[in-house]
Each structure stands twice: as C-alpha cells, then as structure tokens.
C-alpha cells in the first residue's frame, strides 16, 4: 500500500498553476491584494490540476492518538492514562477541537492507532463509537486500529519495528481513503498522546538536522528543569539511533510515535489523491517531514494551518517551505489549529470561483 501510495504522488500541475495566477489578475481587485491567499489559491490549482480548484468542503478531522514508552522518562507532568480519557471526551464532544469542529462544520474521527491504556466503556460515549455517517459534523466516531498499546522508550531501545511503524503509515492512508471516498474536500491534522513532543522534537532533529535545542519545547508547559531534562533525552535518542533521514520509514521506527506515523500516511494518502491536507502544529508538521522523506511531492497537498509555539514547528515549517496562515501561539494540539485556519484555506479557493472579473463587472482597469 505504501509503495503504490507514494507512486501515485504526483508533481503540482503546471498549467493549472498558471491558469490560476492569470485569473487571479483579471478579478476585480488590484493585482496582489490578496496577498498569500492568492499563493495559496495558485497552490491548490496545482494540486488539483485544474483552475479553479474544488472548495476545500467538507472538512474532516483524523485526530491520531497514541502513547509513548519514552513518557517513563518524565518528559510530562501529565499521565499517561489522560489519553485514553481525552479520547472519551473527543467522542462525548466535549473537547476544544470540538468546538472549532462544530463552529466550522467539520467531521471528527478519532484514530486509536497505539493507545496504552483501555479506553473509557461510559455508556455516555457508546453512541458515538456505533460508527456514525463518516463525514457527520455533528457525531464524532471512533475507529479503534491499534499497531501496539504504546511504543517503547526511545531512549532504550527503537520505538518501534519497521512492521509496526509501516503498519502504523498504511493505517493512516486508509483512513485518508475512507475520508476522501466518503467525500471530504479537505483533511485536517489532528493528534492526542501525552509526551508525543518528545518524539516530534527528534523527529524534526532528524530530518533538518536542527539542534535539539531548536526542536525541543515545553509542550504541556514543564518547568525549567523538566525541559533541559527534556532536550537531554533528545539528544540521548539522536545519539542512541543516528536515524537516517533518506530512510523515513527507519526514522519513524527509530524515533516516532505510532500518531506521527499515521499522520504521515493520512499526508502521503490526501496527496496521492490531491486532497489538500492542513496541518495543525508540532505533531503535525514533525509527520509532514516523514511524508515529505517519502515522496518530496507531497509538499504539493501541505497547507501549514498555523505557527505553534512549540519552536521545532517553525524548524520544520521552513525546512518544508510552508508558511503558515495564521499565529496565535496556540500549543494544544487535537487540529485545533488547522480548524482556525480552515475559513482562510475556503475563502482562498472561493475567491477563485465568485469574484467577477474586470471584463464580466464592466468595471475599468488601471
């Protein structure tokens, strides 16, 4: 599956491209006012290959969630049975990233791909684990595709089996299928899994070859001494592993989690479909340099939702050359990020497809 994924990855579509960049200069505004919805526009003609681009609707939201053998090294204050809880709140609706869901019209799937302890059984939440409608914004479903209950500690030996981390990848391709077959326009990030910063800041390290420093942030909100503790187990893993970056899927056994895995084939599977895909933040864009390792088109079906304030988001955002739309400073994580920008992705493309141009409004040109 992986294979025939990535060989199906293709370059954005030229012609598109241009279409859209002269359609851009004739609608009735004054050439470049848009600013970077316009580069944005242009970008999802290319993906799209065609000009205009379908509206990006409707939005779906794959929050991967997992656990990290690497939390015994109390890189988080938080514990780690708080994933499978916030698991239960995603399918009660009751958390942030339900909220921005509900407010923008977008479905909710949570992904159980490597979750260590049993999720919450409350009959409260049943309803919403009896699979709902795919794409119903108003019923957030589970799909339970368990890899292994949490991966083992980085720092000891690799997270994962290269089964287990190609397990974890095809899990999230199939999810990006079901999505798109179901009839999401565009998909949306998301992630839960406490001390899942731990292995994106290796992740990042590995891939742009950044110092640990400059990838390794305070995540939940850990204290001084947490943190420098933090930046050591880092380098102890980078040290311990030495991943290969022209090996993606060796670095995500290595190093990741099984979320980051998944979230990079939910990215290989909206590109090789060209679906756009909005990234949230650091967990996000740590996977989008695995996808990117795997087919460097890719990149063609990234939109960066939002700057975290975690600061390996901003290393790997400009190793992969995505701005991103909006920076708040939010650090939550769950898509909550890429919910906010979702309007400015859909109003980039809407623009394309409404506004008149000088000829048709009867309007003169300078």
């Not at 006012?33 to 003609?45: D, F, H, T, W």
């Not at 205009?52 to 656990?67: C, K, N, Y």
């Not at 290595?254 to 679906?275: D, K, P, S, W, Y």
């Amino acid at each position: 599956m992986l294979e025939t994924t990535i060989a199906a990855i293709r370059a954005a579509d030229e012609a598109a491209m241009a279409a859209a960049r002269e359609l851009q200069g004739r609608l009735t505004k004054p050439a470049g006012s848009l600013g970077a919805l316009e580069e944005l526009s242009v970008r999802l003609a290319g993906l799209a290959g065609v000009c205009p681009p379908p509206l990006p609707e409707p939005a779906a939201v794959a929050i991967f969630a997992g656990d990290h053998g690497v939390h015994a090294q109390g890189v988080s204050p938080w514990p780690q049975e708080v994933t499978a809880q916030m698991i239960g709140n995603f399918l009660a609706g009751g958390a942030v990233v339900n909220a921005f869901a509900r407010q923008a019209g977008a479905s909710v799937t949570v992904v159980d791909v490597g979750v260590a302890t049993p999720l919450p059984t409350d009959p409260a939440t049943e309803p919403a684990v009896l699979d709902p409608a795919v794409l119903d914004p108003a019923v957030p479903r589970l799909v339970v595709a368990s890899v292994r209950r949490g991966t083992r500690d980085l720092t000891v030996t690799a997270a994962l089996t290269r089964d287990e981390a190609l397990a974890a990848v095809q899990t999230g391709i199939r999810i990006a299928d079901e999505l798109i077959d179901a009839g999401a326009g565009i998909l949306l990030t998301g992630d839960m899994g406490i001390g899942n910063t731990t292995p994106a800041a290796v992740l990042i390290a590995a891939f742009t070859g950044a110092d640990p420093l400059d990838t390794t942030g305070r995540g939940t909100g850990v204290d001084d001494p947490t943190y420098a503790h933090k930046v050591a187990v880092v380098r102890a893993a980078l040290a311990r592993h030495t991943p290969d970056p022209a090996d993606p899927l060796g670095v995500l056994a290595a190093v990741g989690g099984l979320e980051h895995a998944a979230l990079a084939g939910l990215i290989l599977g909206a590109a090789a479909r060209r679906t756009p895909v909005l990234l949230d933040g650091v967990i996000a864009v740590s996977a989008a340099l695995a996808a990117a390792a795997f087919a460097p088109a890719a990149v063609g079906a990234m939109v960066a939702g939002h700057r975290s304030a975690e600061p390996g988001a901003t290393v790997a955002l400009r190793h992969l050359g995505l701005d991103p739309l909006i920076d708040l400073g939010l650090r939550l994580g769950e898509g909550t990020g890429a919910l906010l920008a979702l309007p400015v992705v859909t109003g980039a493309v809407r623009v394309l497809h409404e506004v008149a141009t000088f000829d048709s409004a009867g309007v003169a040109e300078k």
